[in-house]
């Protein structure tokens, strides 16, 4: 009883709320500087990736595999029961879902039963939180329960779509990260190939040494070299890099690639305007955030710096007419 009056209590949930806000805030400070590096486990990561393919590029040529060979780990067993028996993959699966998976560095079976595991069983638990919440503890009970139920529906939906808008912000974030470091990476390669190093050895040195920046680009050039060696189509290897990052910069590059190989025309010419390219983009994109900045901080001045600032300027003034 003593609980749930805590709960209802307004100066309670207040400083709640301030006290997750705080902390929200210290680990969003703090965060960086104590995230372990994830670099060794991605390259890792890369360098099975690159096994398994020659190991499936290797059965196709030979047809002699009896076991075929699996790009990635199994999902959970019970997320995959799950799914298969109710044939979800069927229904929630659209053509473009395991391209926006792997465009948020997310491939294989596991992370896409998983996302359709989520959207169906997040609703009903977002549901029976809102529920407990209400009818149990009580929480806005001078509301209609009619009101209450409608509420804890509009959450429940909210909660289908919590995997998209997850799966968005990763592919935005990580569109990001590569698209600041690639003119970067394009420079190293122009180096290596300009030094006489072939496509493939550039792409495996840039993603080496590109590392401790981006792990999403040396993840994205050590496939894209496993892929140049064991693929029959070049091609295919530079259009799979284009589609695993969805960015028009690296589509460009990939497509000067391809025409530099069947035209013969200079590699190194190519990769040099492309980085150049690439490079405008970049600054473009931070030219178009920079413009947009001082219409987002109109609403923050006047709600907070306004009133300090009014308060800085009057209050000793205010003072001294308060002591007259």
């Not at 993959?89 to 294989?108: S, T």
């Not at 359709?116 to 806005?140: D, H, S, W």
């Not at 935005?172 to 300009?194: G, N």
């Amino acid at each position: 009883m003593q609980l749930t009056t805590l709960f209802l209590d307004p100066t309670f949930l207040a400083s709640l709320l301030a006290a997750l806000a705080v902390g929200a805030t210290v680990m969003t400070l703090a965060g960086p500087l104590v995230q372990p590096d994830k670099l060794k486990t991605r390259m890792k990561t890369v360098a099975l990736e690159r096994d398994k393919i020659r190991q499936r590029e290797r059965a196709r040529l030979n047809e002699q595999s009896k076991n075929p060979v699996a790009l990635r780990s199994a999902p959970k067993a019970s997320v995959q029961q799950f799914v298969d028996k109710f044939n979800l993959r069927k229904h929630l699966e659209d053509g473009e879902l395991k391209e926006r998976l792997r465009m948020a560095g997310l491939r294989g079976d596991a992370p896409l039963y998983t996302f359709i595991f989520l959207r169906i069983i997040l609703p009903p638990v977002f549901f029976a939180v809102v529920m407990f919440y209400f009818f149990v503890l009580g929480g806005y009970s001078d509301r209609p329960p009619m009101l209450r139920l409608g509420l804890g529906a509009g959450i429940a939906l909210l909660g289908f779509f919590a995997p998209n808008i997850f799966l968005k912000n990763r592919i935005q974030k990580r569109q990001l990260e590569i698209q600041r470091v690639f003119p970067d990476a394009l420079d190293l390669m122009l180096i290596c190939v300009e030094a006489g190093m072939s496509i493939e050895q550039s792409m495996r040195r840039v993603s080496e040494e590109v590392g401790e920046r981006s792990v999403a680009v040396a993840e994205e050039f050590g496939l894209c070299t496993a892929e140049l060696s064991y693929l029959q189509d070049r091609r295919v290897a530079y259009e799979n890099l284009a589609k695993r990052t969805g960015l028009p910069g690296v589509k460009a590059v990939t497509t000067a690639l391809i025409q530099a190989e069947r035209y013969g025309t200079p590699l190194a010419h190519a990769l040099r305007v492309m980085a150049q390219e690439n490079r405008d983009m970049r600054m473009s994109e931070a030219e178009k955030k920079a413009a947009g900045l001082p219409p987002k901080l109109t609403v923050p001045m006047i709600l907070f710096f306004l009133p300090v600032l009014f308060i800085v300027i009057l209050g000793p003034a205010a003072i001294r007419v308060m002591e007259i």
